[in-house]
């Protein structure tokens, strides 16, 4: 009996076959964003083992951070008849037609780690962590951190448009409101990737008479952060003492930049986002139960004291 509110409406008729005989999803289309990051790399490493480890066909897209290439591998998926797919969308807006293709053709869409600006009715379940807490946590940081000193902070945001780079930021100005001794003086994207943290924190160093002016660095993730400490340490400053470092991932480098005394603080976002999309998608393609609409993973905040070598040695071989 189904008896929950079903995402396709009443049953969706492409699942019955596999439904009425208890079988589990066995291929699966995943659009992957590309490979910008550390983590994301672990996230691609770890749902291929997932799928191998479940017998599921994963058919997997890299896109290389474009949209219009995610919109055409699920178009693909689609023609080919998948079971269900996983998409990790480079960004929020512009995918309510392609959803729409899946749910006519009766394809169940989880969503990994970042979020679209599209009716949840278009997408089974999304699988990811509080991005707007994140930020917070991080800000929260650099508040306590700080305490009454004046500090301005430069901030590397990750990829215009996507949802992560709006909820991170909308976070961490939150936790830094009210608090008028910290001030956000350059903010601009890095695009999620160490280059590009780099190229943007030097011209931050310049602009900002060498970096003197510079009291924090908030980067949007892990590897934009490595990026700026290389410019940092160009420049002749010690990162994590002259300019404070808070990011987010907790990649195995933070934590020897950490171990290093040149990186301060990072809040981890798992990169197993398939396990609970499989298990999702398992209940709903077996018995119809639908899963709630967002599946939140845990963010932990990690700091110098928190012996940064041992998680290091913890995580280095996890396919980061
Ligand atoms: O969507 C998650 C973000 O995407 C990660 O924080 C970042 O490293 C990645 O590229």
Redesign the pocket.
Known sequence: MLSTKLWLGAAAIASMALMASGAAAQTIGFSQ?GS?????AAETTLTRQEAENRGIDLKFADAQQKQENQIKALRSFIAQGVDAILL?PVVATGWDSVLEEAKEAEIPVVLL??MVDASDDLYLTAVGSDLVHEGRVAGEWLVEEVGDRDCNVVELQ?TTG???AIDRKKGFEEAIAGHDNLEIIRSQTGD?TRTKGKEVMESFLKAENGGANICALYA????MAVGAIQAIKEAGLKPGEDILIVS??AVPDIFQAMAAGEANATVE?TPNMAGPAFDALDAYLNDGTVPPKFIQTESKLYTQDDDPMAVYEAKKDLGY
């Open positions: 964003i910008e990051s550390g983590w994301r990790a780690d970042r990750g996507s949802s992560p999620f949007h993730n892990d590897d987010i991932d976002l």
